[in-house]
């Protein structure tokens, strides 16, 4: 990144997000490891936003073992292994922006929040959302699906289809239950922010 790219880049808010007032609450970041956009400038950009905000507590979610569904060909224990691996490695080096954050830190990793004692009914209440007839969850996984399917092929025209896209399902299902247990009665609002 250019040092003019660096100048300009700027988290955001999603519409209308600039307008509230965020003073004293509390925030989840979920970071997706390995996402440029949770590196360097651009997270320097995120915790600028965080910080201007007033936010008093910010819990970061490291979703590192949800990843070992995308290291596709290692076997799940390998997977898994790697994928704490680029956990580890992306809090060391991510610390100096976590550093930077005013509000009171927590960190907390993938596997911390789906052994959570709220995980499980969380889990339950998806799962029957999800299985309703016309379920606007089940289109909205649908098509993250089909979005992660195209990349996929984008990145490796030979690649499992099948797999990947039941990889995907079970993946985004967890999304789901864990931002709902990081969700209204743990926090205000989510950070997910992107910066232009």
């Known amino acids: 990144m250019s040092d003019v790219e660096a100048i300009n880049l700027k988290a955001y808010f999603n519409k209308g997000g600039e307008e509230l007032d965020f003073t004293g609450k509390r925030c989840v970041?979920?970071?997706?490891v390995g996402q440029e956009y949770?590196?360097?400038q651009k997270l320097s950009s995120t915790v600028h936003l965080i910080n201007k905000s007033g936010f008093s507590e910010v819990?970061?979610?490291?979703?590192?073992?949800?990843?070992?569904?995308?290291?596709?060909?290692?076997?799940?224990?390998?997977?898994?292994?790697?994928?704490?691996?680029?956990?580890d490695a992306w809090i060391k080096r991510n610390r100096k922006y976590l550093d930077g954050l005013e509000a009171k830190v927590t960190i907390s990793r993938w596997n911390e929040e789906l052994a959570s004692d709220r995980y499980a009914a969380l889990r339950q209440q998806v799962n029957e959302v999800y299985a309703e007839p016309n379920s606007p969850l089940?289109?909205?996984?649908?098509?993250?699906?089909?979005?992660?399917?195209e990349r996929l092929l984008l990145r490796d025209p030979a690649a499992d289809t099948q797999q990947a896209a039941a990889s995907a399902a079970n993946t985004s299902s967890k999304k789901s239950r864990s931002s709902c247990r990081c969700g209204p009665s743990r926090a205000t609002t989510s950070s997910f922010t992107r910066s232009r």
Do not use: M
């Open 29 to 32: 970041l979920a970071v997706s």
């Open 59 to 87: 819990k970061v979610v490291v979703a590192d073992t949800l990843q070992r569904h995308n290291k596709h060909g290692k076997a799940p224990g390998l997977a898994l292994s790697a994928a704490i691996r680029d956990g």
């Open 138 to 149: 089940r289109d909205a996984i649908d098509t993250t699906i089909g979005v992660f399917i």
């Open 38 to 40: 949770h590196e360097e």
